[in-house]
């Protein structure tokens, strides 16, 4: 190989973990050595699986849930205490019991004899650890700290459990089911590449939502009635929408929600609600992606039209009224507060003419937000009993109606950064002194927030020698130096 080819760099494997497999036990012959309280979690452990269970222990050993399932004929009862010969013909090993020389002894046994063994509370002497699992149906999810904190471990469990959708268990189990029609629909092994690659495409498309109504399949010819038309699909290539299989039984409905400045931490707790429920959400183009990714529905962004901004607004109106006509729950997010210079008005309007009344969810707007992170009270007794909001671009680009300057007025623009030397000689047009306070907020509660205090006269410079870019923030007046 010359020295001019490069070599390719991959990650460092960091070492010292365990190896996380899904081991199949079903029918094999387990041995648990002991049957106290750890020999009856074992043995629920082992019969999810589907193990053959043999204990070895006296009855004076047995704790009331091994004796029940000796009962219930779950597992196979030897009434002694081990002997050597018990390592026959077995595939695994657990010791739970409370002669910890023993259960060395039977350690080192099974490592002569090469037998995977568990001996509890020796994780030096342990082929495998038994994780914290949640189950659901044919969901496993099971967590490891190898060893190091089986409490942390559990605590960890309970926290992911928490996150997970309702009946996805359920779900997973539809989603098995139709993978199964699709190897029938397509059996050859050289054909494998497609129907997997038609399986993940309509996992995308549907996402967890999509899939999730899979389950309002009640019947065994609803269900064939589904998997038919997705097989028509499949033939062709095409992915369709849920709503094409299965139609909605849900009454439409058109959310106005605000996203806040755009620190995902600063919507409100109904707004990542609605977005994690929706079936489709439409979204501004600014939105972070912190936020969007709380979308399990089908997921729209504005596309960026130069000039056209309101041949892009009329897209995504478009798009919320194709969703609602096919009985989705639709959510229009949009940056901020909806009705504070972002147009909501107009789309409310818009929906209202075609027979939808949107739902409004209000955001925290930048309005207040940035001043905020500027520390800059926008009233203060004795410096300013007013605000006044207003945008550096109104309808067709034209400039804003200001009043004459008042010295106990905070005035705060949006989009003003483009139109810095315009807004600097309409304040002068209006009184404004040369010398009032200004303060330029850039990518307000963004990690790259940039905050810039000047005067209204060096308000303008100040763009060009800071390089000031949208979006950003200007607040005038004398508030701006209270706390600063």
Not at 193 to 208: E, Q, S
Not at 319 to 334: D, F, H, I, S, T
Not at 363 to 386: C, E, H, L, N, Y
Not at 465 to 484: D, F, M, Q, R, Y
Request: charged share 25%; net charge neutral.
């Amino acid at each position: 190989m010359s020295a001019e080819t490069s070599q390719p760099e991959y990650e460092t494997i960091k070492g010292g973990g365990s190896l996380v497999v899904a081991y199949q036990v079903s029918n094999k012959r387990v041995l648990i050595v002991g049957g106290g309280l750890i020999a009856a979690q074992r043995i629920v452990s082992l019969k999810m699986a589907d193990a053959a269970i043999i204990v070895v222990s006296p009855e004076a050993g047995l704790n009331d849930e091994v004796r029940f399932r000796i009962k219930n004929n779950e597992i196979e009862w030897i009434n002694r205490p081990f002997i050597d010969s018990d390592l026959d013909n077995v595939d695994m090993v657990l010791t739970a019991m409370d002669d910890h020389e023993e259960s060395l002894r039977i350690g080192h046994l099974c490592r002569q004899r090469r037998i995977p063994v568990n001996v509890a509370d020796v994780p030096p002497m342990c082929d495998f650890y038994f994780m914290s699992q949640h189950r659901d149906g044919p969901l496993q999810i099971a967590v490891s700290t190898n060893g190091k904190g089986p409490k942390l471990a559990n605590m960890v469990r309970v926290k992911l459990a928490e996150s997970l959708p309702e009946n996805l268990g359920s779900t997973i189990e539809m989603m098995g089911r139709l993978r199964a029609k699709v190897r029938e629909w397509e059996p050859s092994m050289k054909n494998s590449g497609k129907r997997m690659t038609w399986v993940t495409k309509l996992c995308d498309k549907w996402g967890m939502k999509g899939m999730a109504r899979l389950n309002e399949i009640k019947t065994q010819e609803e269900e064939e009635a589904v998997f038919s038309k997705l097989r028509e699909y499949f033939i062709i290539g095409g992915v369709p929408e849920i709503n094409l299989v299965l139609p909605s039984k849900q009454q439409p409905r058109l959310t106005l929600v605000g996203a806040g400045p755009g620190d995902p931490e600063l919507i409100t707790v109904k707004a990542k609600r609605l977005l994690e429920d929706a079936d489709l959400v439409v979204s501004d183009r600014l939105i972070p992606s912190q936020i969007l990714d709380l979308v399990q529905g089908e997921l729209r962004i504005a596309r960026k039209v130069a000039g056209k901004s309101n041949e892009a607004q009329e897209e995504l109106m478009e798009w919320c009224l194709e969703g609602l006509k096919k009985g989705l729950q639709v959510v229009r997010l949009k940056i901020g507060d909806p009705l504070l210079f972002g147009r909501g008005g107009e789309e409310i309007l818009w929906f209202r003419e075609r027979g939808f009344e949107p739902e409004l969810v209000a955001g925290i707007s930048s309005a207040f937000s940035a001043p905020m992170a500027a520390k800059i009270p926008v009233t203060f007794r004795g410096v300013s009993d007013q605000v006044i909001i207003t945008t550096g671009r109104g309808t067709k680009g034209s400039m804003p109606d200001l009043p004459l300057f008042g010295s106990s007025q905070t005035l705060v623009a949006l989009m003003a950064v483009g139109r810095a030397e315009e807004l600097r000689s309409l304040f002068l047009e209006r009184h404004y002194p040369k010398d009032v306070p200004i303060c330029w907020i850039e990518n307000s509660n963004c990690p790259e927030e940039r905050i810039i205090f000047g005067t209204l006269d060096n308000m303008a410079s100040l763009v060009k020698e800071k390089e000031i870019k949208a979006p950003a923030i200007l607040i005038v007046g004398h508030s701006t130096n209270v706390l600063n």
